[in-house]
RNA sequence: GCGGCCGUGGUCUAGUCCGGUCUAGGAUAGAAGCUUCCCAAGCUUCGGAUCCCGGGUUCGAAUCCCGGCGGCCGCACCA
């Protein structure tokens, strides 16, 4: 039995999450939160709300947006198209492989292989003889697979839409009214915790990769003219565990260890605000209980990237049995989404920059000829305006320097129009924000926080989660259930709770078994009320990992839980 | 999707090879009570299992066969 399935087994029994559906049979890639998972949950993501958003009011906020949008947004987003594999199946002994990467290794480099339809690569396959690598088999059709949930929006069919697999296409829809209501202030970052799904072929793994899942994503937004991160001094000397690009392609396993201020310099990390979130991100993992030994970034090489992104560093933690996986993914977007929305639904989604010193520009402003149009054109006068107005004015004028220029069928000449030249004042100039994006998987950093919490100490199991995300903070007992004792403790349990902490009262069994229990749960501080209690008001608070006793007054009571609650824990 | 192994109270498991003695045993966890009280002590009582689901073979199936679902591992997949 290892550390998986110790920690599966005490997450069935306790009531932190189990496979969904259960009674039907369970449905592979969902999971269900039982109460203690959703506690604990809640407080990861209220952790990383903390972090990411709170303690950054004024710069990044965050918003909520549906879970279904309408076709056309991933249309935009380039998922409909891209967020797919092509799929080609042995005939002879069916297995299934990726089409493209297949095609690769046996007919060597294809150019543009990345962008071909299916039947280019049906045609490649069977010009280049491609086979199945295990059997030799023949090869069937290639086929898309694409991994959006789709559905319909009320009773129309033809109203196609889709669950989101990511957060991040609400911001980019939302940015420009956003940015209005906030007062156009950049840099700004939008943050949404929120479900995705993406319909996986064949999910494993339990918690680590679901089909639903809670995504938690920033997407900031800055001028990329001015990059710079106005936070980077605080974090530039948190040292990150690296694997760049040059590293992944020569096979190094082990990654370099350097502080944010030279990973920068070397260009390592392209931009800025990328590499102060992965900072953070190095912190936000080790608080939740995995030691920054057990932590790196690994760069994607280019073909393994998400179609929009120019750079990403993959977070990966080591767990016990699977090794390193990705819990928080960092990628730099730059203007991507937005140009793509700003092509797809014809709105203007681009900033302004002011220049620091208006400059003096020449503008050539054309000027039509009405009268002379309409002598040529007479009620279709109209239409040539227009046309005018449609062409940039500079571009007009050199066109029409070298003859009469067609526009959907209409003849401009160049005596329709005048040419004036206008000094003007440019106060500034519009541009499209680029984007750093860390997004991060709320069901998997459960897990995780579960894992490295999770201790024995002699045959009990004992959670050790970090009192900041722990369900169940303090555990009220009477020592005895007699003597006015089981009152006075109940009445301590209704003290903690009315302090804002989760207190569990619990007067069933012996004592040890009563601290077992809360140690199960992971919950820090169990307080016991005895008889001295009744001659001095004050009880002993037991704590989880040492098992030491403090006698505290009652009245000292709630500042002594809240001090050793509510600092942060950085684990190194 | 393919192949291998697997699926028994909440949990862990005995039984499956070789069908009947299993109206499924144990441990642990849970509830009620007694007792004890600072690390799962003890006693009594109680609840809880369509033996993953469906079909088949048989006088008889947890056990054998077929299909499905689910899990783990390997291959593949994981913007």
Not at 231 to 247: A, W
Not at 464 to 476: E, G, N, R, T
Not at 534 to 556: F, H, K, L, Y
């Amino acid at each position: 039995m290892d550390k998986y399935d110790k920690v599966v087994e005490l997450c069935r029994r306790r009531g932190f999450f189990w496979p969904s559906s259960e009674i039907y049979g369970g449905v592979a890639g969902f999971l269900d939160f039982g109460p203690m998972g959703t506690m604990l949950k809640r407080n990861i993501e209220r952790r990383w709300r903390e972090t990411f958003i709170q303690s950054h009011h004024g710069l990044v906020y965050e918003i909520e947006t549906p879970v279904v949008m309408p076709a056309r947004v991933f249309e935009a987003s380039g998922h409909v198209e891209n967020f797919t594999d092509v799929i080609v199946e042995c005939l002879q002994c069916h297995k299934r492989f990726r089409a493209d990467h297949l095609i690769l290794e046996q007919a060597g480099e294809i150019q543009g292989i990345e962008g071909m339809s299916t039947k280019e690569l049906d045609e490649l396959i069977s010009e280049k003889g491609v086979r199945c690598s295990e059997c030799r088999g023949p090869l069937g059709k290639v086929s898309r697979f694409n991994l959006l949930f789709r559905t319909n929006i009320g009773p129309y069919s033809e109203s196609v839409a889709y669950l989101r697999p990511e957060a991040a296409q609400g911001m980019f829809v939302n940015f420009k009214s956003i940015f209005n209501a906030m007062r156009e202030r950049l840099p700004m970052g939008l943050a949404q915790i929120g479900k995705v799904a993406r319909n996986e072929i064949s999910p494993r793994q339990g918690p680590i990769r679901l089909r639903e899942f809670t995504i938690m994503e920033v997407e900031f937004f800055f001028d990329p003219k001015a990059p710079g991160c106005t936070l980077i001094d605080e974090v530039s000397d948190v040292r990150l565990r690296l694997l760049t690009e040059d590293m992944v392609k020569t096979k190094t396993e082990e990654p370099m260890e350097v502080r944010v201020a030279e990973a920068l310099k070397e260009g390592y990390i392209k931009t800025e605000w990328l590499a102060y979130f992965m900072a953070l991100s190095t912190r936000f993992i080790s608080e939740l209980g995995a030691p920054t030994a057990s932590q790196m970034f690994v760069a994607k090489l280019p073909d393994e990237r998400a179609h929009y992104s120019a750079q990403t560093f993959d977070q990966l933690v080591r767990l016990d049995r699977w090794g390193w996986v990705e819990v928080s993914g960092h990628a730099y977007r730059t203007d991507y989404d937005l140009s793509r929305h700003i092509q797809y639904s014809g709105q203007d989604l681009s900033a302004f920059r002011k220049f620091q010193t208006p400059h003096p520009v020449r503008v050539t402003v054309a000027k039509p000829k009405v009268e002379r149009i309409s002598a040529d054109y007479g009620k279709e006068t109209g239409k040539i305006l227009s046309a005018i107005k449609g062409i940039d004015p500079g571009a007009l004028k050199s066109r029409l320097s070298s003859g009469p220029v067609e526009v959907d069928g209409l003849i401009i000449r160049s005596e329709y129009v005048e040419f004036l030249e206008k000094e003007e004042t440019l106060s500034g100039e519009r541009f499209v924000p680029h984007v750093a994006e860390p997004s991060f998987g709320a069901d998997r950093l459960t897990y995780l926080a579960l894992e490295c919490a999770y201790t024995e100490r002699e045959d009990r199991v004992v959670l050790k989660l970090p009192p900041s995300i722990a369900p169940v903070q303090v555990s009220v007992f009477p020592l005895v259930n007699r003597d006015g004792i089981w009152e006075k403790a109940f009445s301590i349990h209704d003290l903690v709770r009315r302090a804002g902490m989760i207190s569990e009262f619990d007067d069933s069994g012996s004592i040890g078994r009563r601290y077992a229990r809360a140690d199960e749960i992971g919950c820090p501080f169990a307080v016991t009320v005895d008889y001295q209690t009744m001659a001095d008001d004050t009880v002993t608070v037991r704590d989880r990992d040492s098992w030491e006793q403090t006698r505290v007054p009652v009245n000292g009571l709630k500042e002594f839980l809240w001090s050793r609650l509510a600092p942060l824990r950085f684990i190194t």
